[in-house]
C-alpha cells in the first residue's frame, strides 16, 4: 500500500507563533500533492495545492521536494481559528488510479491564547 | 450550489440490519467515492467510481456495495451491518483540474451498529 506519513501531534502553540507540519510520502509515481484540513466533527476541506515550486496562500506556505518525497505546510502567525487537523494528500498514480488520494492521518493543532 | 450532500446525517442500525447512504453532486463531476474514517486510522476508501455506471473496489470494500446509476449519485449499501462498520462515512466527488484531482467531501454521516 503506498503511504503518507505524517507526525500526529498535537502541536500546541500559542497566538501569533509560526509551526511548520512536515509530510512523506512512498510512491515517487505521485503528481498531485495537497493540505487539507479537517475541523472537528466535519468534512476535510482543501486547504491548498503543492507545487512543485512552492507556493504561497496568505500566511500558508506549501512545500515540495521530489528528491526526498517530502512536503511541507507552514503557518505563519498563527490565529485561533487554525486550530484543526491538518491532512497531507497524495494523488495514488497506479493503475488507472489517478483521481484516487492517499490521505495522511493528519496533525493535529490546537492555537491558545 | 449545494456542492455534496449525504443523507442521513445520523444512524443507529442493530447488528444484521441492512441500510443505504446517498450522496448527491451538483457539480457535474465525474468521479465519486466513498471512504469511512475511524479514530487513528485516517481516511480509508471503500470504492469509488469513475463514471456513470462504473464502480471499483478501494482499500476496504468487504462490506459494502456501491451503485452509480446517475452521474450525480453515488449509494453505499450495507447488506448485513456489524459492529465493525461503526464509523463517519464520507463521500467526495472530483474532477480532473491543473492540479490534479481536488477531492470535495460532504458533511459526512455518522453510523453506529450495535
Redesign the interface.
Given at each position: 500500500?503506498k503511504e503518507v506519513e505524517q507526525d500526529p501531534g498535537p502541536f500546541n502553540v500559542p497566538e501569533g507563533a509560526t509551526v511548520a507540519f512536515n509530510c512523506t510520502y512512498s510512491n515517487s509515481a505521485s503528481?498531485?500533492?495537497?493540505w487539507y484540513r479537517q475541523d472537528c466533527r466535519?468534512?476535510?476541506?482543501?486547504l491548498m495545492?503543492v507545487?512543485s515550486s512552492g507556493n504561497e496562500d496568505g500566511r500558508f506556505t506549501a512545500q515540495l521536494n521530489r528528491a526526498s518525497q517530502y512536503i511541507s505546510l507552514l503557518i505563519r502567525d498563527s490565529k485561533l481559528s487554525d486550530s484543526a487537523t491538518y491532512?497531507c494528500v497524495v494523488?495514488n498514480e497506479y493503475g488507472g488510479s489517478?483521481?484516487?488520494?492517499i490521505?495522511?492521518?493528519?496533525t493535529k493543532l490546537s492555537v491558545k491564547p | 450550489n449545494a456542492g455534496v450532500t449525504q443523507t442521513p446525517k445520523f444512524r443507529v442500525l442493530k447488528t444484521g440490519q441492512s441500510m443505504t447512504l446517498l450522496c448527491a453532486q451538483d457539480m457535474n463531476h465525474e468521479y465519486m467515492y466513498w471512504y469511512r474514517q475511524d479514530p487513528g486510522m485516517g481516511l480509508r476508501l471503500i470504492h469509488y467510481s469513475v463514471g456513470e455506471g462504473t464502480t471499483a473496489k478501494g482499500e476496504v470494500p468487504d462490506g459494502y456495495n456501491v451503485s452509480r446509476l446517475k452521474k450525480q449519485n453515488f449509494l453505499l449499501g450495507l447488506e448485513s451491518a456489524a459492529p465493525s462498520q461503526t464509523s463517519v462515512y464520507f463521500c467526495a466527488s472530483s474532477t480532473p483540474t491543473g492540479t490534479g484531482y481536488e477531492q470535495y467531501f460532504g458533511p459526512g454521516t455518522r453510523l453506529t451498529v450495535t
Open positions: 500500500r503528481q498531485s500533492f495537497f466535519k468534512e476535510p476541506k482543501l495545492s507545487y491532512l494523488n489517478q483521481g484516487n488520494l490521505f495522511g492521518k493528519g | -
